[in-house]
């Protein structure tokens, strides 16, 4: 592409829409390198291993986390579900009524796939 392309496609834009495609750039760039730099993977390990513990020593504690999402403004809890999704779903299942076996297994399944997920590339080619 050349630079003359280049500023006649920026020209047509609108102003909202060269921002958003600045802040949208820059958070797929954050996002990518904290997945090849394993920070998201050691997140969402902590998460997961801190829902463990819980379940172990403290099940309150997620019914405490649980309440405690439950209860922030709608939109705190729109982001917090967005950026921890899969652990705030883990919480929304041992939350409910359904067979202690069955929660067992959806949230090691969800635990599991999240890990897995946010692996480097190249620690799942090897």
């Known amino acids: 592409m050349t630079a003359q392309t280049h500023a006649d496609e ?4 609108g102003r909202v829409e060269q921002v958003l495609d600045s ?3 820059g958070m ?11 920070i998201l993977f050691g997140v969402f390990a902590i998460l997961w291993l801190a829902f463990g513990v819980s379940l172990v020593i403290s099940q309150g504690s997620i019914d ?4 405690w999402i439950t209860g922030q403004h709608v939109l705190v809890q729109a982001v917090i579900w967005v950026l921890f999704l899969p652990v705030t779903a883990g919480i ?5 009524t ?3 076996v069955l929660r067992l297994v959806l949230v090691a399944g969800l635990a599991g796939w999240n890990l897995l997920v946010f692996l ?3 620690a799942a080619q090897t």
């Open 92 to 96: 929304w299942i041992w939350e409910t």
């Open 120 to 122: 480097p590339r190249a």
């Open 28 to 38: 797929a760039n954050t996002i990518t390198f904290m997945a090849q730099h394993w």
């Open 64 to 67: 405490s986390a649980w309440e």
């Open 10 to 13: 920026s020209a047509k834009k």
């Open 98 to 100: 359904w067979p202690l």
């Open 23 to 25: 802040v949208t750039g």
